[in-house]
Nanobody
Framework: VQLQASGGGLVQAGGSLTLSCAAS????????MGWFRQAPGKEREFVAA????????IYADSVKGRFTISRDNAKNTVSLQMNSLKPEDTAVYYC?????????????????WGQGTLVTVSS
């Protein structure tokens, strides 16, 4: 089981980035997927999640209206479009595959994790 996240980088406040995550076929097609992030010295926190058929999405309050999660089951990918980035969005971002088909923000529901991609937002 492998998840490969990409798309991180350095961006100025107010800018945009799109993160992508490629999952192995046998793990992701019927499972919810999500993004979490971990800032230096802080615990990993939920960012966004999507159910297996892209009919439901949920977001952390801190990113609602700025971030959009989407997935392409044909390509086994999940993406996170991040707009209006703020310095407080700086973190390592992780994609994950849930044990459930639904969208969930509960970290304990996620079984498979990618290696993380660093997003740095400068002020």
């Amino acid at each position: 089981v492998q998840l490969q996240a990409s798309g991180g980088g350095l961006v100025q406040a107010g800018g945009s980035l799109t993160l992508s995550c490629a999952a192995s076929k046998r793990t992701s097609s019927n499972n919810g997927m999500g993004w979490f992030r971990q800032a230096p010295g802080k615990e990993r926190e939920f960012v966004a999640a999507i159910d297996w058929k892209s009919s439901s999405t949920i977001y952390a309050d801190s990113v609602k209206g700025r971030f959009t999660i989407s997935r392409d089951n044909a390509k086994n990918t999940v993406s996170l479009q991040m707009n209006s980035l703020k310095p407080e969005d700086t973190a390592v971002y992780y994609c994950a595959v849930s044990l459930r088909p639904t969208a969930t923000g509960a970290r304990r529901e996620y079984r498979y994790w990618g290696q993380g991609t660093l997003v740095t937002v400068s002020s």
